[in-house]
């Protein structure tokens, strides 16, 4: 059987594919057409977040019986496309979780000590101390909407520090929010009483825009936005324009409506945002993980019929 790895993961996965016996092609940087032209003859499809598997892709896809997502959001691949064909989309949730949290700790201190700026400032041969003046995280608001995996690693460790830390998300139960010690509480009371709001739920047609002019209006002045979860979850024009007034001190984005965004982005371009170009999940611990998992998971269903995370 035959699998293709369309998006780059470690090689640990893929040796993993090889000695189950399966022949395995790696071509990454495929553009649609190319992936169309080539699909047809794969049993399984292993990606990342840069390949798109749209309906197209999956009606050409006639042998394909498995697509394996080396981490969590599977909104890159049409799972109403790929059931309707009989194909099982799986991804490997919690292998990219303590890196992802520890991404969006690093945005929240960076943003809060203005560093990647600070740092830009130094390279200029500058030495503006006054310019970058910071704000403690000690004994401010965290808001965490979405506490799944990630959400919770994030509310544990920012628990450490001294934050107090609110969470909204429906599916919450009472006993999880005390077993992690932090409130549970609906939306209005998070945006008003946050100083900092990190996003960590799925891109869902709930989701979509939840960060909007609105929303944003509810927020204390000065407020703080972090985004290491999907794009399109934060509305980047009314984000852009609550920076321009000063209702939103800064923003930390990892993630974009468009990947890459164009080039001169104004939001990418403002001096209050910092940003990175998707890299919640990139360390070496949390790609093995992935890759070890999704290729571990397509042999299991392609040899033995095991079906896991789909
Ligand atoms: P998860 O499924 O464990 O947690 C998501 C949580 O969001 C759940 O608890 C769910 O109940 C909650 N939720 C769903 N709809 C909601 C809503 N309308 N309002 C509030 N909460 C809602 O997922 P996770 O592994 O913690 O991942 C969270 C997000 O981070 C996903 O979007 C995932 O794709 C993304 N992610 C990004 C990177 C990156 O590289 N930046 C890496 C890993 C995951
Ligand atoms: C994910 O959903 O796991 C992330 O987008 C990480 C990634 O694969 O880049």
Partial sequence: MKVLVSDSISPKGVEILKKAGLQVDVKTGLKSEELKAIIGEYDALIIRSATKVTAEIIEAADKLKVIGRAGTGVDNVDKVAATKKGIVVMNTPGGNTITTAEHTIAMLFSLARRIPQATASMKEGKWEKKKFMGVELYNKTLGIIGLGRIGSEVAK????????????????????????????????????????????????????????????????????????????????????????????????????????????????????????????????????????????????????????NA
């Fill in 157 to 308: 460790r920012m628990q450490c520090m001294g934050m107090n830390v609110l969470a909204y998300d429906p599916f919450l139960s009472d006993e999880k929010a005390e077993e992690l010690g932090i409130i549970k509480t609906d939306l209005d009371r998070l945006f008003t009483e946050s100083d900092f709001i990190t996003i960590h739920t799925p891109l869902t047609a709930e989701t979509k825009y939840l960060i909007n002019k609105d929303t944003i209006a509810k927020m204390k002045n000065g407020v703080y936005i972090i985004n290491c979860a999907r794009g399109g979850i934060v509305n980047e024009k009314d984000l852009y324009e609550a920076i321009q007034s000063g209702k939103v001190a800064g923003a930390a984005l990892d993630v974009f409506e468009k990947e890459p965004p164009e080039e001169g982005y104004p939001l990418i371009a403002d001096d209050r945002v910092i940003c990175t170009p998707h890299l919640g999940a990139s360390t070496v611990e949390a790609q093995e993980n992935v890759a070890v998992a999704i290729a571990e998971q397509v042999v299991d269903y392609l040899i033995n019929g095991t079906i896991r």
